[in-house]
């Protein structure tokens, strides 16, 4: 139990059918007491517990007390499970009662603990977890010209990527090891990267080989070795891998698994921390009003773009469902590649409907972009007020129509640092007009624009000490909590705590699974499940089946 050390839970129960009546004694310990300061502290105005695939709904009152040494939550609810009333006791006392998520979800964060959970460079504590796994470092387009060399700022650190004449990557430092020289201006010479200012030569793993100003036989160059980093290629991404020891096996999602020919990569660049770039992707319920579209537009138009396609196997636009249920339910389930976020949204006729979203652990996302595409998207540390978002859309339909997704990308974005045209400098291109008739932010049609300047205007760092998160956000109070635990487990020399890292067996990590479906109320679980095996099972261009 992720609140275990420091709040003591305790369900005292009665109930007669079909009432059900809960009470939650909260013992704080003495070091909690010591600190506790109610204001501090909100409570759920109502309860929901179960898994994903029984969900119990608390309707009716709730009530709060909070004495010096203990907080006493009353609930009253119907009992809607799908269950029997026999076995809800057993339920009470297991695992799918969460109530500690109740309370440590909602504790104000501190300007420490902002800290520690956004800043990234050499020696910080999620610097620490992000290095333990492989992150994008560049897409492969940008070493596609005559001199392969590009500068890479990855988790504040300044390198340089280039393909050497064995056509084999390379990831060193990028200030010279002799005086500091840029090495982005290096020549790209005799299967290494040559310095500009006295010639010194390196190989793609940073090993000086040649020190052509030195004296005739000197060995001072077998003793300078520059910063290098393992790099890896995969279906347009180029992954590094800057933590201690030999890199971790990569998992067998569905962006890797696919072929070269299913895979589109692209980049773009956000003035922001990485933190609050990723809480966007895992928080389900901002897209029926951010990205809403006053009118829809045909599906049909809709290739290469998310949240335009029909809903699921209907005739409704996503558009239009997202915006007529706008209050999804959300519940979080870890797994052990993250979190699967479920949004549902009950629709009018006795039918759900199920989105499938998921956080990759440490800083990536899988949803559904389209019922043909998914997106995998990485939010990347450049240092701590920039990020890159790098997405991976995978086909399991047709190859992917790579030249018209990059033509709608480019036309959006500036080479070569994949800046957005549409930013804080320009508002966004907000415009009143279309504000009041056509789109919710007045910032044009591209998604991509509307969660950048959700993500950029609460500033570089958003300081969370001023947030209230509410139910909607519980994936980001389940991720905040997953990256303490990773962040201990680091400090404490163990991979307990590190999804994919933890004894798992990555070759078996599979998915995620990132769908949009439509059930009945009652059998949702299954009707995500089965669509989801459909697709994979209809899917001609590579094996997809799990
Ligand atoms: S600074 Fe690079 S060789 Fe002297
Ligand atoms: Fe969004």
Sequence with gaps: MAASGWLKFKWQHWSTLPELRLKLVVTLNESVLRNFNAKNYRIWS????????????????????????????????????????????????????????????LQMISQKLNDTLTLTGPGTEAGGVMRCYWQPAALTDELAGNRPVVPVKLLGEDLVLFRDSDGKLGLIGRSCPHRGADLCFGRLEDNGVRCPFHGWHFNREGQCVEQPGEPEGSTMHEKIKNVSYPVMEKNGIIFAYMGPGAPPEFPNFDCFRAPETHVFAFKGLW???????????????????????????????????QFRDKAADTDIPMTK??????????????????????????????????????????????????????????????????????????????????????????????????????????????????????????????????DQWAVESPGRIFDRTKEHLGKTDVAIAKYRRMMRAAIASVKAGTTEDLPMLNGVNAAQVFGPISNDTIGDNATWQQAFEKSDQERR?????????I
Aim: proline share 5%; charged share 25%.
């Design 46 to 105: 109502d309860l929901k517990y179960g898994s994903t695939s029984d969900v119990v709904k608390m309707i009716a009152s709730t009530s709060c007390c909070i004495k010096p040494a203990q907080i006493t939550y009353s609930i009253r609810g119907i009992w809607s499970s799908s269950r029997s009333f026999d076995g809800w006791r057993t339920h009470l006392s297991s695992t799918l009662f969460r109530p500690e998520l109740c309370f440590e979800a």
């Design 271 to 305: 003035e922001c921390n990485w933190l609050q770039a990723m809480e966007v992707g895992i928080d389900p319920a901002h897209a029926s009003f951010l990205h809403r579209f006053l009118q829809d537009e045909n599906p049909e138009d809709s290739y290469g773009k």
């Design 321 to 450: 469902l997202l915006r007529d249920y706008p209050r999804p339910d959300i519940s979080v389930e870890q797994m052990d590649y993250g979190v699967r976020i479920v949004a549902l949204r009950h629709l009018d006729n006795e039918k759900t409907h199920v989105r499938i979203t998921n956080q990759i652990f440490p800083a990536a996302i899988s949803i559904p972009m389209s019922r043909e595409m998914i997106i995998t998207q990485w939010h990347v540390p450049v240092d701590d007020e920039t990020c890159y978002w790098y997405s991976m859309f995978t086909s399991f339909d047709k190859p992917v129509d790579k030249a018209l997704m990059r033509e709608q990308r480019l036309k959006e974005h500036t080479l070569p640092d994949y800046a957005p045209i549409k930013n804080k400098r320009n508002n966004y291109g907000f415009n009143a007009e279309e504000q009041a008739c056509e789109t919710y932010t007045g910032m044009g049609l591209d998604i991509n624009v509307h």
């Design 537 to 545: 099972a209809a899917c001609k261009g590579w094996d997809a089946t």
